[in-house]
């Protein structure tokens, strides 16, 4: 870890915001005026800058493209009123990031650095964060190698980005997941819990696969024994089973989501019955079959908490009659974005305020 780095700013002259419907973005498709890069080599971070946000230019034989030495997070800025925009547990992110980065062999840059970076850069582009309800400012921390070699080993050279974007929700209906025997996203040893790049793309064949069977997403087994629930993918996963909330536990191979961490906080502060442990597929399906499979919900930063439609296993289904959260979704959901848009009580000072 480096020591903290200066912070140089360069704005934009003319910005790009009057070209941009917030009230309708989609997801990760527009960018704020400005990003954040900080460039490593000969063994340290050099000065962060706040720059226009802008293409970078890059050789094809740049090393991270290859071999996707590359890891990432995801956060949100929330509007709260013209003063103050809200940050959630922004000090989780940077925990997880130096974590992913470490089983990357990715230098990690000091946390003073990411959070006077993250803080400035939110500042400058306050009016991209959206104001209509549901809808926010994604923020995309990215450290990548950056060498110009197609050398498969540990890159000399890094840069760190943050890059801002207003989104819409992530899925826009209830979620058909489907399990898989063939395929798996982490094993025990590999790199599961990080947010590494390559963590994505291997996802996208066995996603494809499952979407054209008429699914949304696999939620995955074990990479073992094909029995264990582990995650979505793009979010952790939440059953109640006769009124008891479970979520499988960390293994390794499951990313700790920073939402499914907020979710065990309050079901522990509200006395609600919650277990984290390991879950088999079966168990799932069981409780299906015998009417106790009272909701199963996604949660992550950008999918926040979404409902399940279905859970499909081995020739078997088990589906819900509606496209909405059930009660325990919907009073996590309600807790949490209340919290974040500062509207209730925060009795765990997750909020983060940024006065703009
Ligand atoms: C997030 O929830 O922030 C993620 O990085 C998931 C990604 C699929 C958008």
New binding site residues.
Partial sequence: MTTKTALKITKISNSRLTEVNLDDPGFGRVFSDHMLEVEYSDGYWKEAEIKPFGSIDVTPALNTLHYAQSV?E?MKAYYIDEETINLFRPEQNYERMARSCERMCIPVLDKETFMEGLTELIKLDHKWVPKKDGNTL?IRPLACAFDPVISASIAENYRFFIMTSPVGA?YNKAVRLTSSQKYVRAAKGGVGFA?ASGN?AASFYPAKKAQENGFDQVLWLDAKEHKYVEEVG??NIFFVIDGVLVTPELSGTILPGITRDSILQLADYWDMPFEERRLTIDEVMKAGREGVLDEVFGA????VISPVKEVHHDGESVTFDTDSRGPIGQKLYDTLTGIQQGRIDDPFGWAHPVKV
């Fill in positions: 990432f995801g994604y992530y947010k994505y793009t979010m992550g930063t950008a999918a």
